[in-house]
């Protein structure tokens, strides 16, 4: 076949064209310089005849120019015209061949990508799936499957390596971790957790900011505190005491035992006992406290209440 295709020249005569080109060539030389404005003897009528006939010979001249080159080249367009469609053939058939053989390499192409998922179904890593890291050159001939194994180990190491790096940043890790499972960009991922970094640091500067001024507020809501009070030396020592009219509240907190004895002394006085709820906590948690109360729509008042700390006091004699 390759020789039916092979050009081969049967006969190949040269042309042999003889004329008086060269002495045209050599006349008109000569004449120009008498055409001259320095040399021209004729007037301008004769200028203008002159010009017409020059003119008339370089149209006749280039005329048989064209019709000889036609004659020349019409058995070389004739071979130019046969080579053209004879080409056109070849290449069409070759583009035939060309969908045969890219067929037959879609089709081991299609049957290593099995192998290649079978192969990744022994490294049971589950994380991120096949498609996520696979490297098309892995489809390529002259790509080994043992050099592709060891392609997937290094995969699977740097995965796993990038993810126990994002340990470092702990409430952040989960969310991380997410981030980078879906991207496989471990430099985004960090730039992302040292953003979150910086928000909650700026979130947690302004909580500890508002929380001081809440305390703030909270310490100047508070009464003045009286100095302490010796329980012995404050009980009447005659007669009744007298009253404003007014009813008090008291909250009366301390160990259980003295409790207990105070709720026992205020049953025996038909004292009213007010359900209640002792509560102890910093000024934050007291803040946070007050903030919930109102959310949940309960309000207070410290209005007619008196704090007493009941504890077991030896009195003198």
């Known amino acids: 076949m390759e020789n039916s295709l092979s050009l081969i020249v049967k006969e190949k005569t040269l042309g042999s064209l003889i004329t008086n080109a060269q002495d045209i060539k050599k006349f008109v030389a000569e004449k120009l310089e008498t055409y001259s404005v320095d040399n021209y003897v004729g007037d301008e009528k004769q200028a203008a005849k002159d010009k017409a006939e020059l003119n008339a010979a370089a149209k006749q001249l280039n005329d048989e120019r064209i019709k000889l080159e036609r004659e020349w080249l019409e058995p070389f367009n004739e071979f130019k015209d046969v080579v053209n469609e004879t080409t056109g053939m070849i290449k069409a058939a070759s583009a035939k061949l060309d969908a045969i053989v890219k067929a037959k390499e879609e089709r081991g192409k299609a049957e290593k990508k099995e192998v290649i998922a079978d192969l990744w179904r022994t490294k049971h890593f589950e994380l991120v799936s096949l498609d996520r890291i696979f490297n098309p050159k892995w489809l390529n001939k002259t790509y080994k499957l043992e050099t592709i194994n060891s392609d997937m180990d290094a995969v699977v ?44 640091e700026r979130l947690e500067a302004a909580k500890k900011q508002e929380a001081e001024k809440q305390t703030e507020a909270v310490s100047a809501e508070q009464p003045p505190v009286e100095a302490e009070e010796n329980e012995c030396a404050a009980a009447p020592k005659t007669g009744p005491a007298k009253t404003d009219g007014k009813i008090y509240t008291f909250h009366v907190y301390g160990d259980l035992k003295e409790v207990v004895n105070v709720g026992e002394i205020a049953e025996e006085m038909n004292l009213e006992i007010v359900p209640s709820i002792t509560m102890k906590g910093d000024a934050m948690q007291i803040t946070k406290f007050k903030q919930m109360l109102a959310e949940k729509g309960i309000g207070y008042s410290k209005q007619g209440l008196v704090n007493l700390l009941v504890s077991r006091m030896e009195c003198e004699e």
């Open 157 to 200: 190491s740097r995965i796993n390596g990038d993810l126990a790096s994002l340990d470092a940043f702990g409430a952040d890790t989960a969310q991380l971790k997410e981030l980078y499972l879906s991207t496989l960009d471990l430099q985004a991922t960090l730039n992302k957790g040292a953003e979150l970094k910086a928000n909650r």
